[in-house]
């Protein structure tokens, strides 16, 4: 099995601070540090195992490192490769976990002195909760995790960032980051909308004194971060507008059957949405 | 506290059988009979211990019976009424536990000998599973039940069927069968077509291969019993057809924003719907 000697993650938030915390349990790393603008998240992550040592300074953090995975918000990316590309060094090997990939690589290009030894990454793992104090290693096992590599890109830094992402038992996917982008608008970010449009739909029309665990679980993704889902659907645009495009049409769709009271075509339509589904969570989810 | 001497379940699936379980380990009601068209799937209610006595005749299951509890599908409700009708006697109570209420309550007052012997139900208890080898008492503990009487309704009927979900820690509200047609439109009925048209969006633009657990919790109501489902949503047309509309609205709305690439908008709209979300919930599950 693949181990290196120090892993830096960069931004101890909770996926971040997962990262470290699985990172370590698995053995893929033998260290772990933490670097966070704010030294008390980061503190807070080495006070819950996550990390073995809190930074605030991105420069002591990665001195000696092998590898930096980037958890910070997207809007955070321009600035932080900003402060990598000074830093950087044939044997530094730098991934991410953004949740789009397309604008993460024009960063990345953007400001990296050798944007070679840059690789995108997108653990498809996540929680609607926040902070180190909520990092689990139990995020990522069996979940997908997309490796989005240019022609360029160091063959030792994809064979090392796959080697971690194994480690933590993510089932690993190839694509382009254009590929990436669009398929995630519709499974993540269109649910993510889909999920705060119920609630604006409440708040419009009322229902909330007889909700229960179908509207709670249908809605869960409205309890994720705000100021983070607008960077990601700032940062995917395009994808998302098409996304809800088809998903307006669907709703279209669904509103002339019941217009027209044709019972068939309602049955054909759940009975098809029932099957993919489960179809899907056969093949995914063991 | 109210006890009955026999309750009866009409119709023995995921819900009734479930009925039937909370009812017996409440102490609600000394015996619990449950009656299917199928005889197997009440003698499977009864192997769970979820009823005493399975019958598949209607007339045996309600011959001692002081409360019956019609757990059938939303198409079955005229056919069980009007095998209900020449059995009802003054010390019969009926009630429900169907997702619409204006349909039944009509069924009801077309079918039965005495209507006012018909108090609507609907304890918001669902689970995506089906069966009763499935039932579990845990369904019912804080969620809503509405009831929906008329002005003719039995007093005593009322008091005892509100004694039966109290017995099971259902929190009781009191509405008109609009009202509730309307309300649960919005928070029931929209959210499985939500989801299933999640689905059908995956179906035609492709995503599955990187979709993860905020795509399965989303569409967690896609994989319902497509009939039962039909039956709903065909039931209550116009307030499911208004929701859908307002719904459609709220997705263009966020489709602007996003054209107009407003951030602030983007982020106004996120941050109220995750405080909209968690306020409820601090409300409503404990």
Redesign the interface.
Known sequence: MTQINQLTIIGTGLLGASVGLAAKQSGFAKKVAGVSRNLESAEKAASVGAIDMPFDKISDSLADADLAVIAVPLSGFDYIFSLIAPLQRPNLFITDVGSTKSSVIASAKKHLTDPTLFLGS?P???SEKQGPESASANLFPN??C?LTPEPDTNRNLINTVTALWQALSMNI?TMTPEQ?D???????H??????????????????????????????????????M??DI??AN?PA?????????D???N??AI??S?D?QA??D??????T???H??D???H
């Open positions: 997108h498809m793992a996540g979940k997908p997309i996917l990436h669009t398929q995630t608008a519709v499974v993540s269109l649910p993510h909308a889909a999920a705060a449009l119920l609630i604006q739909t409440a708040n419009t029309l009322g229902g909330y004194d007889v909700a229960s665990t179908g509207f709670r679980d249908t809605t869960r993704l409205a309890s994720s971060n705000p100021p889902r607008v659907m700032s645009r998302l507008i098409t996304a809800l495009s088809q998903y307006r669907q709703i279209t669904l509103m019941l217009e009271n019972r309602l049955l339509l759940l009975t098809l949405s029932q993919s589904r489960d899907w969570l093949d995914s989810f």
